[in-house]
């Protein structure tokens, strides 16, 4: 058993770390907060501008595709991987780094891969095996809508001039504070609609201007706020892994602590023991 110095010392340093992640899950879930609200009120516009977008883009006529959702043989491959810029998040940046590498190995094998990591974590262990394009670890400081369209724009570029002939995203999917989902999405060419019976179904609209125009308009800004909603997504996937992992942590490190306190109350009151028994030992051979 160890001595009552070594207990009392693991105790404090326990207790410590008890109060850190304590403190770093109330932060997380105070950023949760804002981070959940951001994301909830964004979905419903951002599906339905995507929608919108399938649905004219599927009822014009062949001629009239757009440059973003040119079909062409696959042989470059640019795979923009959202991560985080710091750890103490549970498996979520792992998770990342699987995505990608299960995403390459199975669908990409035989093409060219260039990552595009958005976060610092999965950016410093997967420049080890992939080529790196670009990176940037900025974007979550202050995330507003203007930087990410900086970087859509950058990537549309890239792929209108043939430098990719596909870009996917891979990112955590918020669902709530202890559920993240891996998602693979493919961001360029543009997926056409699966069913087209859905667009022929849709009530009839009166556009101004051009339909083409409204298209053209739109494809830009659908695409950059498909990649602002991931970011949303894995901001607040990020916040709310770290504020389980922090949760878990804070009722591990209490179960120790406990533990190491009972373990201290043993020793002290065998320490005790064994003091009141050598008096008594030394009392009864005084008197023999």
């Given at each position: ?30 950023k949760l907060s804002k981070a959940q ?195 949303r997504d894995s901001f607040a996937s ?21 533990s190491l306190k009972l373990s201290y ?24």
């Amino acid at each position: 058993m160890a001595n009552l110095k070594e207990l009392r010392s693991r105790i404090t340093s326990v207790s410590s770390t008890m109060q850190i992640t304590s403190a770093m899950k109330m932060v997380s879930a105070a950023k949760l907060s804002k981070a959940q609200d951001a994301i909830t009120a964004m979905r419903p516009y951002s599906d339905k501008l995507t929608e919108l977008l399938q649905s004219l883009s599927a009822s014009l006529d062949a001629g009239s595709e757009s440059k973003f959702s040119e079909q062409r043989e696959v042989k470059k491959v640019l795979v923009v991987a959202i991560s985080s810029n710091r750890g103490l998040a549970g498996a979520f940046n792992s998770n990342i780094i699987k995505g990608v590498k299960n995403l390459t190995e199975e669908n990409f094998s035989d093409k060219e891969v260039e990552l595009y990591t958005i976060g610092k974590k999965a950016n410093d262990v997967l420049k080890k095996t992939f080529t790196i394009s670009n990176h940037n670890v900025d974007i979550f400081d202050h995330l507003e809508f203007d930087d990410v369209a900086e970087i859509a724009e950058d990537i549309m570029n890239s792929f209108v001039e043939g430098d990719y002939d596909k870009v996917m995203l891979v990112y955590n999917s918020f669902r709530n504070a202890a559920t993240q989902i891996v998602t693979k999405e493919q961001f360029l060419p543009i997926k056409p609609i699966e069913n087209v019976e859905e667009v022929n179904n849709t009530s009839e609209y009166i556009f101004e201007p051009e339909k083409d125009q409204i298209v053209k308009e739109l494809i830009p800004k659908s695409l950059k706020i498909q990649l602002y909603k991931a970011l949303r997504d894995s901001f607040a996937s990020e916040h709310g892994a770290r504020m389980t992992a922090m949760h878990k942590a804070t009722d591990n490190a209490t179960e120790l602590r406990d533990s190491l306190k009972l373990s201290y109350n043993k020793a002290r009151q065998a320490s005790i023991t064994n003091e009141i028994l050598e008096i008594v030992g030394g009392a009864e051979a005084l008197n023999n």
